[in-house]
């Protein structure tokens, strides 16, 4: 829901950092790798180790420089392909990160399983969001639909996150619980929007194309030999006169 808003906002934001950065020579695959690997690193090294604010504070600030990649694709005059699917890919190991650093936390020394149900749960969903938009859209069908997309996830996880490491009781649970119920009820929608579509539309089915089937050149026939004739002499009949 707030996707398209929110990077709007954050283009607007980082537009003189985005001027710099094209005069530099700095592609949007170079961010995007930049903010995946800043979101990886301060999952594993904060957030899975306890500290919970710091993590939150570092994995926003990285998912802030990983939206500044569009802009800069605009930029230097529109993404390409490649760069689509780095991106996407980038954004689902850095929620994988947000995620399992929750689980490796509580189910360590945070010592709470609720906690970690709840984090594998949302991190399934948000698998499931994805995916069901990723392959209606690879269908040909429009899946932009959703009350928790990846903005509102982040904002959830880290929100809940940060609080937590402050000393705020319950925070994250509160945010996992929404989290959770808001990524459910995105799933069903997006099945909802697909099932919409496709009422009555058959699976279109490609097979490879089969190569057009040439005969061999005809080879060229040449006429047998003829045999010479050699007329023999008729013999005389009988009673001729010679």
Not at 28 to 47: F, H, K, N, P
Not at 56 to 70: E, Q, S
Not at 77 to 98: E, M, N, Q, W
Not at 106 to 111: E, R
Request: hydrophobic content about 50%.
């Amino acid at each position: 829901m707030l996707g398209v808003n929110a990077r709007a906002a954050v283009a607007r934001f980082w537009a003189p950092v985005v001027t710099q950065l094209v005069r530099a020579g700095v592609t949007a695959d170079v961010v995007t790798v930049t903010g995946t690997l800043g979101a990886i690193a301060g999952s594993v090294g904060l957030i899975a180790t306890g500290h919970l604010f710091w993590g939150a504070f570092t994995v926003t600030l990285c998912v802030l420089l990983d939206m500044l990649d569009g802009a800069l694709a605009r930029a230097r005059g529109g993404g390409s392909v490649f760069g689509a699917v780095l991106d996407s890919t980038g954004d689902r190991a850095a929620d994988a990160a947000i995620f399992g650093a929750l689980v490796w936390w509580f189910g360590g020394a945070g010592d709470n399983r609720l906690l970690v149900l709840l984090a594998l749960l949302c991190l399934v969903l948000g698998v499931l969001t994805s995916y069901v938009k990723a392959r209606a859209e690879g269908l040909g069908l429009s899946c932009d639909v959703g009350i928790v997309e990846r903005t509102e996830r982040l904002i959830l996880v880290l929100t809940g996150t940060g609080f937590t490491g402050l000393g705020i009781p319950y925070a994250l649970h509160v945010a996992l619980w929404v989290l959770l119920v808001g990524s459910a009820v995105t799933v069903w929608q997006r099945f909802a929007a697909v099932h919409r579509q496709s009422r009555g539309r058959p699976l279109a089915t490609t097979s490879p194309p089969t190569p057009p089937t040439t005969s061999p050149p005809a080879r060229p026939t040449t006429p047998p030999p003829t045999r010479p004739t050699t007329s023999r002499p008729t013999p005389p009949s009988e009673g001729a006169v010679p």
